[in-house]
């Protein structure tokens, strides 16, 4: 089905529909998570002594793909849906993933999956509603944290539906630092592609790493000394904290849609800039291009 | 005042007081970045247009750290105190700070203040109770995260006083792997020292970092290819996420005696190990020997 353009009441409707879903998947994931503590009143008879962590996370993160999946069938039937689950199963080569015609749902069930299994807080589902390939409604859940991430193209970034992001806006919204990144708190990921070669992507994002760290001066006069240097393992919870504010800077390489489709327009209803990684080729003078969803590449600043 | 052994009910009663200070002293911290805050209903009239973040937060360690200083001289006169404001305003040199002989309360009002000044959550409170050189209370509250632990010498360690640590017990805590540290989570932070010199700080912890990070039979086999690697910005909750299990491996230098005490009592008490972070002479055979407080270089294991 062509896009008919939605009615703003259709959006907000839409909007509260997400939001809700995105609420009950994050409460989905947090009792899945609850069930392995001891002593918090939850059973852990669901899982015998022979599941491994990884085969509940798994499981977990199947069955909210699927509880998402079907609740937007039900409400919205012509729309499309990619999921990172149903993605993985059926498609072995990269393709670009979202339609230009119909309305698409793009859908991480569990971003921080190592996270999840060590029951470190950072992890989230994240689910977006994409338009003409533009990331249009986003929803990030953290439940662990209970942290709510909302947006809606026109309508602003929440964080719990209460506070406006950024979340530092008093008496203004603090520009960037003058001497930026020194001031900065740079947020960055390690990744999986860990080849010890000069050439590959460990070596390649340590040395942008160590740019971004070091001193002034330092590094053939790349050092940009930022104030301090952050990994969560969630690209998805990144970008969130981006556009919080408490991050200045995130980049990364080798994002998939879903990583990054509720995070770019959080951020960008937050005031945020989000733009391929990929330098320009005059720093000064060139375009700076709006990021397109597929890029893989990604730079984003509050 | 020489120590006299306390019974275990007057442990019991330090040990009340020590957890309920830590959740007023929590609720102060968050209470002031609330401020920060527009639209959540708090006000802002507190502080100037010309108030920077820095001042705001460098008033609001100092307030906290009175507070708790003043808490602890009303009800346990007799006691020493060592505050890491108090300590830099009035020491220029690096002593050990610890009595052996008086019960020693060892405080860090404000552990992550990067954060604090982001609102990036992972910032905390950390109070310790030192007896005869060993932590042996211990109160980190991390109050934008709704975490508490908790610690006392044969007591256990806690979460929210409810959760034992580590969390993940069902059906019984999960071993170190195998293959360690391939499938471990290892947190690490960048600190202060940015020095681009080989032989600096920086360049040697990024050695470091790479050496856990690349694949197997890398790095000239050194290669550690961990699951996960973290940089939270406060080696507090970097500790409280080892005792909890979110991390399996941490390590640090520089390390002041009001980051990690309260740590070192909760990881303990979490069935962790704590050491120096110089290697030993012989890795197979040689004693590991238990962490002193002062040694400023540390190695954590969950």
Same mark, same amino acid.
């Given at each position: 089905?062509?896009?008919?353009?939605?009615?703003?009441?259709?959006?907000?409707?839409?909007?509260?529909?997400?939001?809700?879903?995105?609420?009950?998947?994050?409460?989905?994931?947090?009792?899945?998570?609850?069930?392995? +503590?001891? @002593?918090?009143?939850?059973? $852990?008879?669901?899982? &015998?002594?022979?599941?491994?962590?990884?085969?509940?996370? %798994?499981? *977990?993160?199947?069955?909210?793909?699927?509880?998402?999946?079907?609740?937007?069938?039900?409400?919205?039937?012509?729309?499309? +849906?990619? @999921?990172?689950?149903?993605? $993985?199963?059926?498609? &072995?080569?990269?393709?670009?993933?979202?339609?230009?015609? %119909?309305? *698409?749902?793009?859908?991480?069930?569990?971003?921080?999956?190592?996270?999840?299994?060590?029951?470190?807080?950072?992890?989230?589902?994240?689910?977006?509603?994409?338009?003409?390939?533009?990331?249009?409604?986003?929803?990030?859940?953290?439940?662990?944290?209970?942290?709510?991430?909302?947006?809606?193209?026109?309508?602003?970034?929440?964080?719990?539906?209460?506070?406006?992001?950024?979340?530092?806006?008093?008496?203004?919204?603090?520009?960037?630092?003058?001497?930026?990144?020194?001031?900065?708190?740079?947020?960055?990921?390690?990744?999986?592609?860990?080849?010890?070669?000069?050439?590959?992507?460990?070596?390649?994002?340590?040395?942008?790493?160590?740019?971004?760290?070091?001193?002034?001066?330092?590094?053939?006069?790349?050092?940009?000394?930022?104030?301090?240097?952050?990994?969560?393992?969630?690209?998805?919870?990144?970008?969130?904290?981006?556009?919080?504010?408490?991050?200045?800077?995130?980049?990364?390489?080798?994002?998939?849609?879903?990583?990054?489709?509720?995070?770019?327009?959080?951020?960008?209803?937050?005031?945020?800039?989000?733009?391929?990684?990929?330098?320009?080729?005059?720093?000064?003078?060139?375009?700076?291009?709006?990021?397109?969803?597929?890029?893989?590449?990604?730079?984003?600043?509050?």
């Amino acid at each position: 089905m062509a896009i008919k353009p939605f009615t703003e009441e259709e959006l907000d409707d839409i909007y509260a529909f997400a939001v809700q879903l995105g609420k009950d998947a994050g409460k989905l994931l947090l009792e899945a998570a609850q069930a392995r +503590f001891n @002593g918090s009143g939850q059973s $852990s008879q669901d899982f &015998s002594e022979k599941d491994s962590a990884v085969d509940i996370v %798994t499981k *977990t993160d199947e069955d909210v793909e699927a509880f998402i999946k079907t609740s937007i069938a039900e409400k919205y039937p012509d729309h499309a +849906f990619v @999921g990172e689950e149903s993605y $993985s199963k059926t498609c &072995s080569s990269r393709a670009y993933l979202i339609s230009d015609t %119909t309305p *698409t749902w793009c859908v991480d069930p569990l971003d921080g999956t190592v996270n999840y299994t060590h029951l470190f807080p950072m992890f989230c589902v994240s689910i977006a509603l994409v338009l003409h390939g533009k990331p249009t409604i986003g929803v990030i859940c953290a439940p662990y944290l209970n942290q709510l991430f909302t947006a809606c193209r026109g309508r602003g970034a929440w964080l719990n539906e209460t506070q406006r992001l950024p979340l530092v806006r008093s008496p203004s919204i603090p520009p960037m630092p003058e001497n930026a990144p020194q001031s900065c708190v740079f947020s960055c990921e390690w990744g999986k592609d860990r080849k010890d070669r000069p050439d590959g992507n460990l070596c390649r994002k340590v040395e942008s790493f160590l740019n971004m760290a070091a001193e002034v001066g330092g590094r053939g006069g790349k050092g940009g000394m930022v104030h301090g240097v952050r990994s969560l393992g969630s690209a998805t919870m990144d970008l969130a904290y981006t556009a919080m504010g408490a991050f200045d800077i995130w980049w990364e390489g080798g994002c998939w849609e879903w990583d990054v489709a509720a995070g770019i327009v959080i951020l960008q209803e937050a005031g945020g800039l989000i733009t391929t990684a990929n330098p320009p080729g005059d720093s000064r003078t060139s375009k700076i291009e709006d990021v397109k969803l597929g890029s893989r590449l990604y730079l984003a600043i509050r």
